[in-house]
Structures are given as C-alpha cells and as structure tokens.
C-alpha cells in the first residue's frame, strides 16, 4: 500500500506571493490533517479536513486554509505568504480519525525570502 | 500556549543505556497519549501510546509511564540503539475535541 505522498518537496516563495500544497493520502483514509513545524514550536496543528469537510481548525490565520477532493486528496494553500511562514508542513491521514492510526507524509519544505 | 511542554531540546546517550524522554501537559481533559519518531527528511511515525485509564504501556524496549496527578509523561528506551537517535514528539489528545496537540520534540542521540 503507498503511503502519503506529498508535493513539492521543497519550495522556495517571495514575500506576498501564495503557494498551494498538496497531499495524497493512503488509499481508503478519509482524513487528511496538516501541521506547520518549526524549530522549537514543534508540530503545530493547522486543521483537518474529513469527507470534504473541515472537522478541526488550529489557531492559525486566515491566510492559511485548505480542501479536500472527493478523492480525499488535499490540498493547503497560504496567501499573502510571510518570512515567518518557512517551515516544513506535514500531512497525515488515517482512516476515521486523528491519534495512532494517523500516517505521515515527508513533508513540503517551504522557504520564504 | 503550549498544552503540551517537551523541556530538553535534546539528549544524548550512550549506546546500552536507558534513555529518558519526558513531557509535561497543561490540559486535564487529554486523554490519550502518543510518542511519535523523526528521522530526518522523514514524517514522523507512530511509536507507543498510552489511555489516561493506564499508567504505564509496554512494546518491546519502548516503555510509556502517565502520571496524571503530575500531569507528566516519559518514555524509556532500553536498551538504546543508535537507529534509536531521532526527534521524539510526545502528543495528546481529548475525547471531546479530536484534535492532536504535539510538543516541541527531543532530539535524542544515541552513541556507540
């Protein structure tokens, strides 16, 4: 079974400009989580996104948000993007729910300058 | 704020030994705990977890304690191993909200 793939694997952004990440989950998962990490603030959870619908929101704002596909493929995008926004996002999915079933992607490593 | 505390940025051990990983927690409605590995270029994978019904949860060399009074968790790892050197992430979650929160993650080096 493949596992969750994500793309870009690496990206490098301008101030102001707006990216789209991607992430397809392992086959037959329905839910597809993101999370920004960054040295020293950890995994910080941005929200999750179950049968097409956005289940759990983190406190980020409202430049970053996300979709999912009836293929529960999923994407993130970040508008208006900010030196502070560099950092690896992962995503996981799993079957129902979040916790020890969840499955990790490698992530997309976003630079901004 | 940070629900979820991992104090020691990293650890580092020699090969054998038992290695120590703690984590501190703010919220008592977390219920369920989880550790996570990271290798580098790698997402993190699911190591051991433990219910806030137990106190200690077993799986091979890896060994979870809860101590809910101190609101504190700790893996162990004997004997450690060099593949043992990762990012260790401590999680929690509450029933009511589905929402994992992580720490800020170990970074353990184990050496020959």
């Known amino acids: 079974k493949a596992g969750v793939t994500q793309t870009p694997r690496y990206l490098i952004k301008t101030r102001g400009q707006q990216v789209t990440l991607s992430c397809s989950p392992i086959s037959g998962h329905r839910s597809v989580s993101w999370y920004q990490q960054t040295p020293g603030q950890g995994l910080q959870f941005l929200f999750e996104?179950?049968?097409?619908?956005?289940?759990n929101k983190g406190n980020f704002p409202g430049r970053f948000s996300g979709r999912q596909f009836s293929n529960s493929r999923s994407e993130m995008n970040v508008s208006t993007l900010e030196l502070g926004d560099s950092a690896l996002y992962l995503c996981?999915?799993?079957?129902?729910?979040?916790?020890?079933?969840?499955?990790f992607g490698p992530g997309t490593r976003l630079t901004v300058t | 704020d940070q629900q979820v505390k991992q104090n020691s940025p990293s650890l580092s051990v020699q090969e054998g030994r038992i290695s120590i990983l703690n984590c501190d927690y703010t919220?008592?409605?977390?219920?369920?705990f989880l550790w996570y590995k990271k290798y580098p270029a790698e997402g993190p994978t699911f190591l051991i977890s433990?219910?806030?019904?137990?106190d200690k949860n077993e799986d091979g060399r890896f060994t979870v304690f809860l101590n809910k009074s101190a609101k504190h968790l700790s893996l162990h790892i004997v004997p450690s191993q060099p593949g043992d050197s990762a990012v260790y992430f401590c999680?929690?979650?509450?029933?009511?909200?589905?929402?994992?929160?992580f720490g800020t993650g170990t970074r353990l080096q184990v050496f020959p």
């Open positions: 996104y179950f049968s097409e619908t956005q289940r």
């Open positions: 996981a999915s799993s079957l129902v729910r979040q916790g020890s079933e969840q499955y």
């Open positions: 919220n008592s409605m977390f219920d369920y």
């Open positions: 999680a929690a979650e509450s029933y009511n909200t589905d929402k994992l929160i």
């Open positions: 433990i219910s806030s019904i137990k």
